[in-house]
């Protein structure tokens, strides 16, 4: 699979190395080439680098690895992106991480679905941490749950294939708006982790479900 993962912070390299260590084909993507460049090279493993336009000409599957408040800009910037499965990542914390800045009847995962009305946007890895990549997908020593909610059943399963595939355990969810409990999960994470100082070796799952 080919995949471009806009961004070169914590996410987008921790998502790459496992990816590409799973023989899919990956390129980072900045608004500064050449510092995805430097960032690509570092991490090895055949891992490419380019624009925003010309990673997502090429992928399968692109991942937004960016801020919420960013993401506007870099659909833009990528042409649209319709016709690709994108996977959400982003989380739409406040400034302090104290809260979400939208919820309740709407989602980053849906305001991106408006974005790029022609892509299949699916929600996954939010709930991770970027620690938890480092760690091959582990969390407490075991594999950590990706919830997966998308509206495009097939783009779904997809995705949740690839995190299986790279040794995460998927819970889909259903449909996108499903994200509006997993956006706050990932805010209940962030709040274990840090303000109750439970560390970032932590990810949440379901009893009970596959
Ligand atoms: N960190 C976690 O544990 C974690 C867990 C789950 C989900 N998430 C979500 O994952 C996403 C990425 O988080 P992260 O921790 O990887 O962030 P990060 O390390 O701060 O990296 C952010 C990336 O976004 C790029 N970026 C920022 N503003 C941009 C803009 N206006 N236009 C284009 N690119 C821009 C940055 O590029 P430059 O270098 O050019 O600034 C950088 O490559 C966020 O939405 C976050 O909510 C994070």
């Known amino acids: 699979m080919s995949i471009s993962i ?48 010309d990673a997502a000409a090429t992928a399968d599957v692109v991942v937004l690895a960016v801020p919420y408040d960013a993401v506007a800009e870099v659909i833009k910037a990528a042409g649209g992106l319709a016709g690709k499965t994108v996977i959400d990542i982003t989380n ?17 995962a849906e305001e991106i679905q408006k974005l790029a009305p022609e892509a299949k946007v699916v929600k996954a890895f939010n709930t991770v941490f970027a620690s938890v990549l480092q760690a091959g997908g582990n969390a407490g020593g075991r594999p950590a749950t990706v919830f997966v909610a998308g509206d495009d059943a097939a783009a779904r399963k997809a995705v949740a294939d ?49």
């Open 6 to 53: 806009f961004g070169t912070g914590s996410m987008a390299t921790g998502l790459a190395v496992l990816f590409a260590k799973a023989n899919h084909r990956v390129t980072l993507a900045s608004r500064d080439v050449a510092k995805a460049r430097s960032v690509a090279a570092d991490l090895g493993n055949g891992i490419g680098a380019s624009s925003f336009a």
């Open 92 to 108: 739409p914390m406040t400034a302090d991480f104290s809260g979400l800045t939208i919820g309740h009847t709407n989602s980053a």
């Open 162 to 210: 690839l995190a299986q595939s790279v040794g995460f355990a998927p819970v889909e969810t259903g449909v996108l708006s499903s994200a509006r409990y997993l956006e706050p999960v990932a805010g209940l994470n962030i709040a274990l982790a840090y303000g109750l100082g439970r560390g970032t070796d932590i990810a949440p799952a379901w009893q009970g479900v596959a």
